[in-house]
């Protein structure tokens, strides 16, 4: 895959403000892509969109809640108004919630990681969808989904619910678009050190807390955002015009089974 295969392609990352979305959106600038972030924070939105025109004057940000219907149609349509089309779509999006015992779970927490981890997905393919249709040509939507979408630790049975979902809703929608060249994949992070996941260690002991997931890791290390965007550019790109409706991860074998040492 060259830089040229992705040139003027114009791509919405929703969650782009930092972390994995943010890496991706500086990555698609580099290979000479147009690109919307959006996120619901408007000073991170100012500050990301401040250091992406560093690389590319083809940026901008939309405040958006991807949990709203009107917000996703909006910013799709602000894509399509600013650079005249859409090819991709990166559903990156989501939240942490609460991690705990179930009984500690308040419905409250529950609804609104649902509503942003899975609505907003399907919000976002809903809207990127019938403008792929409208152009006619095709397109591609990546997801974020997780390594806890098929592995598990206690606490996490919500979290690993709402990203389970994702892996089934991008196996449906894959084999109904199909036909029209709409490809739908998801991406599985691992450990990758990102805003959301320093968000568990704090600062006096993070170092002593990270050191026996770092142990667990096969490779033994953490991943890095910039190591995500790489395959969400690959399944955006026509190097990868075969391949839908997989969840493929990229976490150094994190959620391979087995007894480590």
């Known amino acids: 895959m060259t830089n040229e295969s992705m040139k003027g392609k114009v791509a919405v ?12 959106a500086a990555l698609f600038l580099q290979h000479g892509m147009k690109v919307v972030i959006a996120g619901r924070r408007q000073e991170e939105g100012r ?83 019938a403008q792929f249709k409208r152009q006619g040509d095709g397109g591609a939507i990546v997801n974020t989904s997780s390594w806890l979408a098929r592995g598990a630790f206690a606490g996490s049975a919500i979290y690993s619910a709402s990203k389970a979902a994702l892996d ?12 029209e060249n709409i490809r739908v994949n998801n991406v599985q992070p691992g450990y990758i050190h990102t805003p959301m996941f320093d968000r568990f260690f704090p600062a006096e002991n993070g170092e002593a807390l990270m050191a026996p997931l770092r142990k667990h890791a096969p490779m033994g290390r953490f991943g890095t955002s910039e190591e995500v965007a790489e395959l969400v550019l690959w399944l955006s790109s026509p190097a990868a015009r075969f391949v839908t409706g997989e969840s493929i991860a990229v976490d150094g074998g994190l959620a391979i089974g087995g007894q480590r040492m």
Request: net charge negative; no cysteine; glycine share 12%.
């Open 13 to 24: 990352i929703t969650g782009g403000t930092t972390g994995i979305g943010l890496a991706t």
């Open 47 to 129: 500050k990301a969109l401040a250091q992406l025109r560093q690389i590319s004057q083809e940026v901008d940000y939309v405040s958006t809640d991807v949990s709203q219907s009107e917000q996703v149609a909006q910013l799709i349509d602000t894509a399509v108004q600013l650079f005249g089309r859409l090819d991709v779509l990166f559903s990156n999006a989501g939240i942490e919630g609460h991690f705990g015992p179930i009984g500690d779970i308040a419905e409250s927490s529950y609804d609104e990681l649902m509503h942003i981890n899975v609505k907003g997905v399907w919000l976002g393919a809903k809207y990127a969808v």
């Open 168 to 179: 089934a809703m991008t196996r449906g929608l894959a084999v109904e678009l199909a036909a």
